[in-house]
């Protein structure tokens, strides 16, 4: 007999790989390298941060915090505020599983260590804990920044703890879901770098940078992951990229970057490394 809940799974499953590569494809023949950049400030960047190379030291760190949680097959059940999951089926999850396949990729953790190390910002808000591994990068690329991070998820933010206190590593972690921790964070509150990783849906992230618009300077980043997760996504980053507060907007498939530097002319910049 065949098990029809398994196979609409597969074809869903199959369907969202196949429309995120065409993304992919769009993307590649819109972006350019540094060659096709005229902006002094985006040129900069993404010679001295996007394609320089990341410090050894800090990599066999990430590593060695991934490979701690890779390595733990205990089984959390996961409580999902946000869009739910491209890799698995219900919400009990291996923390293995989840390390590897929906943690931060070594390429993109080379590349936050280097942004945190370039910008070097002070003060920084992460939405979305998850396991830590993004946290962890944002640590490493700046050990001296002040650094909070929220996670809805109870069991997942536990699994995150532990792996702070192992790692002797002591960021701020509220565990409460984000419509209520994060206007309490943002208040009286500005922040350098804001990492936003939670929840995926386009109403959901549209509100969370326009409640984040409270408590940033001129000199502020914000980053958006996923922006090519979903037609919502997509939507959202562009709602976002075109706010009139935005100067700079950056989209790199993966990450979606926006600067708020009044001396900047706006601009929008598809760059792939």
């Not at 969202?16 to 972006?31: D, M, Q, R």
């Not at 001295?48 to 949680?69: D, G, I």
């Not at 280097?114 to 946290?135: A, C, D, H, M, W």
């Not at 964070?185 to 939670?198: A, E, P, R, S, T």
Request: aromatic share 14%; with cysteine.
């Amino acid at each position: 007999m065949i098990n029809f809940n398994i196979f609409s799974y597969k074809f869903v499953l199959k369907f969202k790989v196949i429309k995120k590569l065409t993304a992919y494809i769009s993307f590649l023949l819109k972006s350019s390298n540094e060659h096709g950049v005229h902006s002094p400030f985006v040129y900069k960047l993404v010679t001295a941060c996007f394609y320089s190379p990341t410090n050894p030291a800090y990599v066999n760190a990430f590593l060695k915090y991934k490979n701690e949680l890779i390595h733990n097959k205990k089984e959390i059940v996961i409580a999902d505020f946000g869009a739910g999951s491209n890799y698995f089926k219900g919400n009990t999850r291996s923390i293995n599983a989840i390390a590897q396949n929906a943690g931060i990729s070594t390429k993109r953790a080379r590349l936050l260590i280097r942004f945190v190390q370039y910008f070097k910002p002070q003060n920084i808000l992460e939405i979305g804990t998850s396991l830590g591994l993004s946290t962890y990068c944002l640590h490493l690329g700046n050990p001296k920044a002040a650094i909070t991070t929220l996670e809805g998820c109870q069991e997942t933010a536990k699994v995150a703890r532990s792996q702070f206190k192992n790692f002797n590593f002591h960021p701020t972690l509220i565990s409460r879901n984000f419509k209520e921790s994060l206007p309490t964070v943002l208040q009286n509150n500005q922040f350098d770098l804001i990492y936003i990783d939670g929840n995926h849906q386009k109403e959901a992230t549209i509100s969370y940078f326009e409640q984040c618009l409270t408590s940033i300077h001129n000199d502020s980043i914000i980053i958006f992951d996923d922006i090519h997760w979903s037609t919502g996504m997509k939507e959202a980053w562009e709602i976002i990229s075109k706010n009139k507060q935005v100067t700079v907007s950056i989209d790199t498939f993966q990450w979606g970057i926006v600067f708020f530097r009044k001396e900047q002319e706006k601009e929008h910049f598809i760059i792939r490394f």
